[in-house]
């Protein structure tokens, strides 16, 4: 009955035809009906030595594998081991010096919102210290995204396989029609105080959920998103929406780090185990994830879906080089038509604003001219309603040299 609360009241990061899947085992549950798993328990972790023993003991080369391939769940249960168990697992191939990396097995549909950001923060931690690479085959949705975005790298098994459904959802289980059927009349008492107890969850079943999806859901889809953010660059803000996508398109939005199969997976963690550290702690995930999408961008020039590496380093063919510079060539060229587009643009707008300088400047020229045809006109006109001032005061005005009116070739725009 445990998972019947658990799928009926808990907050879930899961893919939703996964989730429309349980309808049916949710009724057989509700009935009081015993419920078949059919499931065979899979090893939950073990250790692949892929390196040699050293002088002092010690081994290299081994690789912790931890399997998510299944609903993820807080508690032990459903055939699996809950997230608080994985977690003191993880801690151990963390603390024990003889693994070198760490590989999430996954295929999972998301699970509870639960203890996620728990299990997250020791993952966070721990890629500061060793590798812990997320391989997925088939699915890895929600609450699984949500887990494999924080490890070092993240690579889908083959190119259908399917990622993404970051978002938060909640299951809810309206019983009373099957309580009503079965003659069980079912009544809530509140103690005077607790008018607001449980009033989210009985609105919802009301069909009134608003305040159960703007107080609780939103939050915590929000604080998935930011988790993400913080862990991955991703281009496509439609990523963010609970769309799932295929490899392509997921290595091109930045979702995951290419296409490898799992064995390849193993020896890859070995590498970035010998690869130098970034010099400071801050940056790791930051130059990881430049150094990721600079490598995928050469990749996807070559028409690979991923660069292998041995002993930390990239070999290239003949081929590959020169198709390599032929592509820089062919930037720097863009660059340089580019630049000279630009120095183009800048002289035209210099004489641009050579030309309306000089068209201000005869604007003032023409006004000043146009207010001294006035003020000639005003005397004028005033000498010939007053005849009595007599020739004198005309010559006098003809004589005065502001009111001769000068013509220059400076009216014109000058070139």
């Known amino acids: 009955m445990n998972l019947l609360r658990l799928i009926a009241t808990s907050q879930w990061m899961i893919h939703q035809p996964t989730a429309e899947s349980f309808i049916p085992l949710i009724a057989q549950l509700s009935k009081g009906n015993s419920v078949d798993f059919n ?20 081994q290299s080369g081994n690789v912790a594998v931890m399997s998510f391939r299944d609903v993820i769940m807080k508690d032990d249960g459903w055939c699996t081991d809950g997230l608080e168990s994985k977690r003191k697992q993880l801690q151990n191939y963390i603390n024990d010096s003889n693994i070198t990396a760490i590989v999430f097995d996954m295929d999972t549909p998301g699970g509870q919102a639960s203890y996620l950001q728990t299990f997250a923060a020791t993952i966070a931690k721990g890629v500061k210290r060793k590798p812990i690479v ?12 949500y887990l494999a975005s924080t490890c070092t790298e993240m690579y889908a098994q083959e190119d259908n396989d399917i990622v993404g459904s970051i978002g938060t959802m909640i299951t809810m289980v309206d019983n009373r029609g099957f309580f009503k059927k079965a003659g069980i009349k079912v009544e809530h008492l509140y103690a005077t105080q607790s008018s607001n107890k449980n ?16 107080r609780m859901l939103d939050p915590m889809a929000q604080s998935f998103i930011d988790h993400v953010k913080a862990h991955r660059s991703i281009s496509e ?56 999408k600079n490598l995928m961008a050469v990749a996807t020039l070559l028409g690979m879906t991923a660069l292998e590496s041995h002993d930390g380093a990239i070999s290239f063919s003949v081929e590959n080089v020169e198709k390599i510079g032929a592509e820089i060539i062919a930037a720097k060229a863009k660059d340089a038509d580019n630049e000279a587009a630009a120095e183009e643009v800048e002289a035209s707008n210099e004489r641009m604003d050579a030309i309306e300088a000089t068209a201000t ?5 023409v006004d000043a001219l146009q207010t001294s045809i006035d003020a000639l006109t005003t005397k004028l006109e005033s000498a010939i309603a007053d005849p009595s001032a ?5 010559k006098n005005v003809d004589d005065n040299p502001k009111n001769h009116l000068e013509f220059s070739d400076d009216l014109g725009p000058e070139s």
């Open 39 to 58: 499931q065979n328990a899979s090893a939950q972790s073990y250790v692949v030595h892929l390196g040699s023993e050293n002088n002092d003991g010690s």
């Open 134 to 145: 997320a391989s997925y085959n088939n699915l890895c949705a929600s609450a699984g995204y």
């Open 237 to 292: 803000e439609e990523a963010f929406t609970g769309k799932t996508y295929l490899s392509a398109e997921a290595i091109e939005m930045g979702m995951i780090d290419g296409v490898m199969p799992f064995e390849d997976v193993l020896t890859h963690a070995i590498s970035l185990a010998k690869a130098p550290k970034p010099q400071t702690e801050n940056n790791t995930t930051n130059n990881s994830l430049t150094m990721n």
């Open 199 to 214: 009033k989210l969850y009985q609105d919802a079943i009301d069909g009134k959920p608003s305040d159960l999806i703007t």
């Open 390 to 394: 007599g020739p004198t005061e005309a």
């Open 361 to 365: 400047e005869t604007n003032t020229k």
